[in-house]
């Protein structure tokens, strides 16, 4: 078991004792709140993720088809089969917008849990693959879902079509460039102006709040915070981290990965209290058999949109192969198939958002007083969503003989950026093979021999 399944079934347990002492009327000590979630646990996930990189650039083509382009198809796929198989099950109540936020919502998967499944050692390219795709389709389901929101999908028309598309692409593409320059800028800051040097406080201090500056920046222009916040931790990864001193390097590997267990455990320990909510459930007791048939609906249209994308994709990344022993071979394929499944934290995030109100905070922080759920379609929704988290990610994982060694990466694209980034880019904002100056330091003598 990894450690999501743990923190679901800490989850479910903790929920289960809640519901024996209060005798049935409560399964929960917290309740889920949007900011809590979008502005505190969120971000530290997805900047570890980009410090995290594993060779994203060396695959940068590949990862970029299936997590943005593969996201696409998977989240058109699962909003057509959403309208045709909820209307034969007289779901109610849900519009277009709503449809296409149900394709949004289920096309991203769970980047961290996804990695349980596989090797780094054993399995490089997979690995680097699989966890690539994972990041920037979450990125690029909230940014979607951002945009059907702020549009009204009702009476869609070709030019609302197109604002739409446009719409996504500017936030796709502004996020992008903020992130990096915010990473860039520390990167310089760092090396050029010495801000923080001599002190691992100063110089983990700075790596957080340039960070954490980005994601609110984004937040405060509309943009995608997630976005921004994943290529700020790339290029930080590439640059800054490497113009820091060894301590720091260390200290910022595992204060970043810490947030982001602590982060990622926080969330699923609250989908296993929720999942035994007695509210919800009682909201669709009298059809039970509709919300299992959602979910089964919910979860037949994830693997047929993931496969929609995987195979075909991989049969055109193949072609801009090379030679052979580069392609993704099809048993690779079966396993980037099965190992993207998994839906959790940010499906969950998107579902509350959409379908539940809160009306106030206790005290700002985390205890919330919820209206009830609207419309009986709602709490279907918020129920199914559950079951989908919970049914896919306790599945079984890949047998281990499917767990290949990999040859190495092409040197396509990845080649001309090495070329570029060692003549312009390392010489300006520093990166790997910088060694900070630090006076009394072996680099300071060789400087001054006298």
């Known amino acids: 078991m990894n450690e999501s399944i743990t923190a679901l079934l800490i989850g479910l347990a903790t929920g289960g004792l809640i519901l024996l002492s209060t005798k049935g009327k409560s399964s929960r000590i917290l309740v889920f709140s949007e900011d809590i979630f979008f502005i505190y646990l969120l971000p530290p996930i997805i900047f570890n993720a980009g410090l995290r990189r594993n060779n994203f650039f060396r695959n940068f083509m590949t990862i970029m088809l299936f997590g943005a382009i593969g996201t696409l198809i998977s989240f058109t796929i699962i909003s057509i089969g959403a309208i045709v198989f909820f209307n034969k099950m007289n779901i109610d109540n849900l519009d277009v917008t709503d449809f296409l936020a149900i394709g949004a ?72 460039f903020l992130g990096a320059a915010a990473g860039l800028l520390s990167a310089y800051i760092i090396k050029t102006l010495y801000f923080g040097r001599h002190s691992t406080d100063r110089e983990v201090s700075l790596m957080i709040l340039m960070a954490y500056l980005s994601y609110m920046l984004a937040e405060l222009l ?31 590997k595992h204060t970043f990965a810490t947030l982001s267990f602590i982060a990622e455990i926080a969330i699923f320990l609250y989908v296993g209290m929720d999942a035994l909510d007695i509210e919800k459930w009682r909201s669709v007791s009298d059809s039970l058999g509709k919300s299992i048939g959602l979910s089964a609906v919910l979860l037949g249209l994830i693997l047929v949109g993931r496969a929609a994308f995987v195979f075909p994709l991989s049969f055109l990344s193949n072609l801009m192969k090379k030679s052979r022993n580069e392609r993704i071979s099809f048993k690779q394929q079966v396993i980037i198939w099965w ?105 300071e003598r060789s400087v001054h021999p006298w």
């Not at 995608?224 to 301590?247: A, P, Q």
Request: glycine share 6%.
């Open 105 to 176: 919502i289920f096309a991203a998967t769970d980047s961290v849990c996804t990695l349980q499944v596989l090797n780094q050692d054993e399995t490089p390219l997979l690995y680097s693959l699989v966890f690539g795709e994972g990041v920037v389709n979450d990125a690029t389901s909230v940014v979607l879902f951002n945009a059907i929101q702020k549009f009204d999908l009702v009476h869609m028309d070709v030019q609302h079509g197109l604002q739409f598309l446009g719409s996504f692409l500017y936030l796709f593409i502004t996020s992008t």
């Open 222 to 252: 509309d943009l995608s915070g997630i976005l921004t916040v994943f290529f700020c931790g790339i290029v930080m990864s590439h640059y800054t981290w490497h113009n820091v001193t060894e301590s720091s390097r260390v200290t910022t």
């Open 339 to 443: 190992a993207g499944l998994m839906r959790g934290a940010v499906s969950m995030a998107l579902a509350y958002s959409k379908w539940r109100i809160i009306i106030f905070c206790l005290n700002h922080i985390i205890v919330c007083s919820l209206r009830a759920y609207p419309t009986p379609g709602n709490a279907f929704m918020i129920t199914s969503t559950i079951t989908v988290v919970l049914f896919s990610t306790m599945r079984p994982s890949p047998p281990s003989g499917f767990r290949m060694l990999l040859t190495t990466p092409a040197h396509t694209v990845h080649h001309y950026w090495r070329r570029f980034d060692d003549a312009f880019m390392r010489p300006i904002f520093g990166g790997r093979g910088f060694v900070p100056f630090v006076p009394g330091s072996p680099t």
